[in-house]
């Protein structure tokens, strides 16, 4: 059975620092494009941050360009986002997808409607 199981999230003040991470079991991700999304109550889902199935290319919304870094370890079937001087605005569950792309690809996209796999979610709550 293909899942994506996301983990790393919490309650952390403005300014701090917090790693998800996308788990995968029943395939492998080195041959999907990873994308983290979010959404906040009463909002539209949000597209966060992709990274290729190479690796080598990468995609951020505006507004958490300098401050979250996406990555993956294709040894561990894991794709991480690095998420560092929180804001309030953060606030919002943060899901993990995938959708299967040619091996060493570099093709990314934000839209939701392009992923296929997607996980359950992970609260991240950032207040003082």
């Known amino acids: 059975q293909l899942q994506l199981v996301e983990s790393g999230g919490g309650l952390v003040q403005p300014g701090g620092s917090l790693r998800l991470s996308c788990a995968a079991s029943?395939?492998?991700?080195?041959?999907?494009?990873i994308g983290w999304f979010r959404q906040a109550p009463g909002k539209e889902r949000e597209g966060v941050s992709c990274?290729?199935?190479?690796?080598?290319?990468?995609n951020y919304a505006d507004s958490v360009k300098g401050r979250f870094t996406i990555s993956r370890d294709n040894a561990k079937n894991t794709v991480h986002l690095q998420m560092n001087s929180l804001k309030p605005e953060d606030t919002a569950v943060y899901y993990c997808?995938?959708?299967?792309?040619?091996?060493?690809?570099?093709?990314?996209?934000?839209?939701?409607?392009?992923?296929?796999?997607w996980g359950q979610g992970t609260q991240v709550s950032v207040s003082s």
């Open positions: 029943g395939f492998t991700l080195d041959v999907y494009l």
């Open positions: 990274i290729s199935s190479s690796g080598t290319s990468t």
């Open positions: 997808a995938a959708v299967l792309t040619l091996s060493g690809s570099s093709y990314v996209t934000l839209s939701s409607h392009e992923y296929y796999y």
